[in-house]
């Protein structure tokens, strides 16, 4: 332990903890701006200087550990013109477009200048006018409200080790830009939107789509469109932080009668066509792991969850060896599209051309997916037409003066509304392994586990693993989240393979974001540990408060079986819910 | 064979640019041509330091000194010197004060300088190993890997007060001894010839001049750390001197004194060669093992420091070519020797790269704790034309200018701190009443603002932001606030940036309107610049008194506004001039007139 005082208030803490984090711990708020909770300090922009008894300089408190003895002044007249003037000067070199900004409200350095006063701007405008690049319809970069933290650079690279953006040029001209200067959409990037999540000001941010979804939801007459959406598990354990509530707090019935409110005419929950997704992939698994088991079709194991979207693209540019590893079963979101417009279509007798689909994800790579290849057209038309982020939703909310915090509550429609603990738990990290473990198990015993919780996947540790039996035969997953993470479960299967030996897993949950969808990069600002393992707390008692934890349990998934799919796995189920990989080039020429 | 004579032909990149290559091959056919190819041996040196003179070429056992030497001359030189045993005296330096030809004992040049770093530069031949070690060359690593724990060679060194020479001065002893005591499976030893100040050449020919200086220091710290491996971080742009590593690196490898089981013992060490692609900021040493490693080369924050977690994670030392071509010295000759040479807190000399407005420029090493006055006036033989003395600019970008009040301050590392300015790796740029501390501020700020890497606001940000000030101020288009919003500025990047490079960016600014104020407000107030340098601000007229009306003005004007004749004089059209001051050179009468 470290024994300190900052602004005389004694502080003790353990070794290696930085001032910031110290100062926290006595109430003292050292401003800051390109430091994150998520990150590494990068140390850029020189807000959270202080001063160090007997050091003539200032120290930066987020990358200073405090040590015995010292003496730290946060706060003195010097200290605060110094960094009001660094505020100054990075505002000289940003637009004035607050109002029209996509961060207007939510941004970190508007906040600063509010907090510093700023009431002038002393120095000359220096602007620069850089293309914004649209290119992957998920994300825009807009370079010139960047500055320059190189947050989005370090979470690119070493949080989900993509290495999609990277600085480029020096000094006044350096700018954040995809990597080799091409567009976002010819390089590595995967969409995640964990760059639009950490950054601080309006430079990475979502796809606006909520005029297209209010086009179709106000249009009439001729035009009218039947409009039906689909909200994903971890969207209702996080909404809530847009209107003051506390992360976790679970907001799905709430949710669905706002979505009514819109002006939709049919709510169907992703969260049952998770349940659907665990029928498909589960039978998947316990196929290959049974052909496994006899000897046969040894290099299909392990299988690889393909949920995550950014996920499937990252496995398609760095890990294309692992295709025939990858589970075919589509995302609960393609599923639930897919069936919105074939099988729900028929069953409501709506022409399918007349549907509009929205998904509401905590995701922007879900964007990407809905038109990823033509498995996503399987309906005949796109069969998700647009998905919005919880962010975007939360737009929509409030300009439609929805007072969501006090909304009574609703049900989702029938017959994909309802759903099993199993399919919330899709919303956080290992909630994928855990949900096909419960149905699996069943699968194969036709029995059900006494007790469903698998605790050993849950969690925010990089990567978790766990060994069931099954009938005597030990089944070994791995659960990896935070694509930085995958890289070393990966190459231990590759090393497996090439060297002959027993793979270390049988199957493999990946997701792309930190925490799972829970994390997501469409979800609402500010997101941290805490954050997340409050939003997880909210979706694990969703789970426990469910009349159904197993999906096999949900009894609209018989119906939909029996009604239209025959059964998991079959022709029909393959042609509707299942899709196919291809090795994509990291670089598109 | 023994030969009579020695003739040392400068091999710097100085002397080398004006024909010393030529020379050299010159001496050897003339000398084979006159057959007396086996009574002279020519010799290709390191730098002489005296490089406003150069191409240099001294005779040895004469000690001749010949300056500004011309291929031409060779033939004469060995006809008349080798053959003959006659001076060439026309070609020996002629001092401006003594307007005698003399010889390089009596060259003020060179009395009060003392050379430790550049103890082999102009006497050896840096290609050849040998000659290194017949001075000494060696003995060092020889001493420290047969007689000294490593735990000896750092209190060696702490004795010795040696601090390291490439800016702050921090000690060297506690860089090694933190290395030596951190635990890791890997440790690395860095050389930093990243030089990168305006005007500065000390590291470049230190390499060129005295390669196995820099090896062998460097082998003798991998030792003392318990490092293997090492590496010369050098800007591409030093071709002379990386080509003289190189060689020097295949010559120690070839002897022993590099690689695997140095000098019979257990120890192993070897060095690879790192170019820069040179960017200033490569220099700052964080950025400098970002480089290294293939990264961009960015300063990362401090702690930890190089020595504990540098190259890789594992622990570092990175000093630069002057701090380790003292190292040799230092073990052969004793810390007690060495620590009695310059002040109280800073021991042993400093090289300075000695230019701008004096009469001998070129490379000095004087003890610390030489005044200014000794270097400016004794050595650098005062300031050229016999102009005014205005100040004279240490540390580069990083530095600020010291006045005339100055000048009998000793200078060492808190001395020139205490001035506003710094040592920094030792540029020493001297300015005349010609100079303006406008113009010559918004230079070093330019030079910052094209060398900010980017990363940090205060600098990439203020930089320009400063620079654009001290451009209105150049033009005439300040105001007074501005100089409050330069201070201010100047304060948020001392204080806020990252690195030394921003932190120390806003110096030559800040000193400059603190000690010549009345300056900034003249450019501000009365839109003048005393030094005649801002051309926005100067006004070219005739003097219809003096004027003789030859109309020489009007013909040397590129943009034709001067006109008139014998008997109405000239007149040049202030609208259209664009103030080249053509005509003020030409005019012979004092006619034109600048203000």
Not at chain 2, 389 to 401: H, V
Request: aromatic share 8%; proline share 4%; charged share 25%.
């Amino acid at each position: 332990m470290v024994n300190a005082k900052i602004n005389g208030i004694p502080v003790q803490v353990a070794e290696g903890t930085t001032i910031l984090d110290a100062a926290e711990k006595v109430n003292v708020r050292i401003p800051k701006l390109c430091y994150n909770d998520d990150l590494p300090a990068w140390a850029a922009c020189g807000i959270c200087i202080v001063k160090v008894e007997r050091n003539p300089k200032m120290l930066r408190a987020c990358c200073t550990p405090l040590e015995e003895g010292m003496s730290v002044i946060t706060h003195d007249p010097e200290i605060v013109q110094v960094r009001k003037t660094v505020i100054e000067l990075i505002l000289s070199t940003h637009p004035d477009d607050c109002l029209q900004c996509p961060r207007n409200q939510s941004c970190e350095l508007q906040t600063l200048a509010s907090e510093f006063g700023v009431r002038e701007q002393p120095f000359e405008k220096r602007l620069r006018d850089l293309p914004i690049d649209t290119s992957t319809k998920s994300l825009i970069l807009n370079p010139d409200k960047c500055i320059r933290c190189g947050r989005c650079v370090t979470v690119c690279q070493q949080m989900q080790n993509v290495w999609a953006i990277e600085f480029l040029g020096r000094g006044e001209s350096t700018r954040i830009a995809p990597a080799a200067d091409v567009s976002l959409a010819d390089g590595p990037c995967i969409k995640c939107g964990q760059c639009s999540a950490h950054c601080p000001v309006g430079a990475i941010y979502e796809l606006d789509q909520t005029k297209e979804v209010w086009d179709a939801l106000m249009k009439g007459g001729e035009e009218a469109k039947t409009c039906v959406v689909q909200i994903a598990p971890a969207v209702r354990v996080a909404l809530g932080e847009e209107f003051g509530l506390k992360p976790g707090t679970v907001l799905t019935k709430k949710i669905y009668s706002a979505l009514r409110r819109l002006g939709f005419d049919t709510v169907f929950d992703t969260n049952f066509s998770a349940d659907l997704t665990i029928l498909e992939e589960g039978t998947e698994f316990v196929k290959r792991f049974t052909d496994f088991a006899s000897g046969n079709n040894k290099e299909l194991m392990p299988l690889i969850t393909s949920c995550c979207p950014a996920w499937v693209d990252y496995m398609e540019k760095y890990y294309a060896d692992m295709i025939p590893n990858f589970s075919t079963a589509k995302s609960p979101m393609q599923m639930m599209g897919s069936m919105i417009k074939t099988y729900w279509a028929e069953k409501a007798k709506v022409d399918p051309k007349k549907i509009f689909s929205v998904a509401i994800m905590p995701c922007t790579a879900k964007k990407w997916e809905s038109g990823r290849n033509k498995d996503m057209f399987s309906s005949g038309e796109r069969d998700v037409d647009v998905v919005l982020t919880t962010r975007e939703l939360a737009r929509m909310i409030k300009q439609a003066g929805i007072d969501l915090v006090n909304l009574p509550e609703e049900e989702a429609d029938s017959p994909m509304g309802p759903y099993t603990g199993a399919g919330t738990i899709f919303g956080a990290t290992g909630g994928v392994m855990e949900a096909a473990l419960r149905s699996a198990y069943y699968l194969v015993t036709k029995e059900d586990l006494k007790d469903v919780n698998f605790t050993g996947v849950r969690g925010l540790s990089g990567i978790k693993e766990a060994r069931i039996h099954i009938k005597g035969i030990e089944v070994r997953v791995a659960v990896a989240h935070q694509m930085g993470n995958i890289a070393s479960v990966l190459e231990e299967v590759r090393k497996a393979k090439a060297d002959g030996k027993d793979v270390p897993w049988h199957f493999i949950e990946v997701m792309a974001c930190r925490g799972g969808c829970i994390g997501g990069g469409g979800q609402p600002y500010g997101a941290t540990d805490a954050v997340r393992q409050q939003r997880m707390a909210g979706i694990y008692s969703d789970d426990e408060k469910s009349t159904y934890r197993c999906s096999h349990h949900n009894p609209f998934i018989g119906t939909v079986y029996k009604e239209f799919l025959e059964q998991p796995g079959s022709h029909k189920a393959h042609q509707l819910l299942h899709t196919h990989y291809r090795k994509l080039e990291l670089y598109n020429k | 064979m023994a030969y009579k004579h020695f003739i040392l032909v400068c091999g710097g990149t100085g002397c080398v640019s004006s024909r010393a290559d030529e020379i050299y091959h010159e001496l050897i056919a003339n000398a084979e041509a006159m057959g007396v190819k086996n009574d002279v041996q020519v010799v290709k040196t390191g730098c002489f330091g005296f490089c406003e003179k150069g191409p240099i070429v001294k005779v040895l056992p004469s000690e001749s000194f010949y300056v500004e030497v011309k291929p031409s001359d060779a033939k004469e030189i060995i006809s008349e010197q080798i053959v003959k045993g006659r001076e060439v005296t026309r070609l020996l330096y002629k001092d401006v004060r003594q307007k005698d030809r003399i010889k390089l004992e009596d060259i003020q040049f060179y009395q009060k300088q003392y050379r430790i770093v550049l103890r082999n530069c102009g006497i050896i031949n840096p290609e050849n190993i040998d000659e290194y070690i017949a001075r000494d060359g060696y003995a060092a690593i020889e001493k420290v890997l047969t007689s000294m724990k490593p735990e000896d060679v750092v209190a060696e060194l702490k004795a010795s007060g040696l601090r390291g020479r490439g800016g702050a001065g921090f000690p060297t002893w506690r860089k090694w001894d933190f290395s030596k005591s951190t635990v890791a499976d890997q440790k690395y030893v860095v050389c930093n010839a990243d030089e990168g100040d305006p005007g500065a050449y000390m590291d470049r020919s230190t390499v060129e001049g005295d390669p196995h200086s820099v090896i062998e220091a460097m082998a003798i710290c991998g030792y003392t750390v318990g490092a293997t491996k090492g590496f010369i971080y050098i800007r591409a742009e030093y071709p002379l001197a990386i080509e003289r590593l190189k060689i020097g690196l295949r010559q120690a490898r070839e002897y022993g004194l590099l690689g695997d089981n140095i000098l019979g013992t257990d120890f192993c060490f070897d060095i690879e060669i790192r170019l820069g692609a040179g960017a200033f900021v490569c220099g700052e040493e964080t950025a400098l093992l970002q480089s290294i490693e293939g990264n961009r080369g960015m300063p990362v924050p401090r702690p930890p420091f190089p020595a504990i977690k540098g190259l890789w994670g594992k622990p570092t030392v990175i000093n630069n070519v002057e701090t380790w071509a003292n190292i040799p010295v230092i073990i052969t000759k004793g810390a007690a020797w060495f620590s009695k040479i310059g002040t109280e807190t800073s021991k042993g000399t400093k090289v300075f790269a000695l230019t701008g407005k004096i009469n001998n420029s070129g490379l000095v090493e004087v003890p610390m704790g030489t005044t200014l006055r000794e270097i400016i006036y004794d050595i650098g033989g005062g300031i050229r034309d016999g102009k005014k003395f205005k100040g004279a600019q240490t540390g580069g970008p990083s530095g600020g200018i010291i006045t005339e009040e100055f000048l009998d301050l000793p200078i060492d590392y808190e001395s020139l701190t205490s001035l506003g300015s710094m040592m920094g790796s030792g540029g020493l740029i001297v300015m005349d009443e010609d100079d303006c501390v406008v113009d010559v501020s918004r230079f070093y700020m330019e030079f910052c603002v094209d060398e900010s890497c980017g990363k940090c606001s205060p600098c990439r940000i203020g930089t320009n932001q400063m620079h654009s000030l001290l451009v209105k101020f150049t033009k005439g288009q300040g105001k007074l606030e501005d100089l409050e919003k330069l201070e201010k500025i100047g304060l948020a990047m001392k204080k806020a940036a990252l690195c030394g490079l921003g932190q120390t960016a806003p110096n030559p600014t800040l000193s400059t309107v603190k000690r010549f104020r009345a300056e900034y407000l003249e450019h501000i107030v009365d839109h003048t610049c005393r030094a005649g340098k801002c051309k926005s601000l100067l006004l070219f007229s005739v003097d219809k008194v003096n004027c003789i009306g030859c109309g020489l003005c009007a013909r040397k004007c590129p943009v034709n506004c001067i006109s008139g004749d014998k008997t109405l004089k000239f007149t040049i059209d202030a609208s259209k001039c664009i103030k080249c001051g053509e005509c003020f050179k030409a005019c012979k009468f004092s006619a034109v007139l600048k203000k």
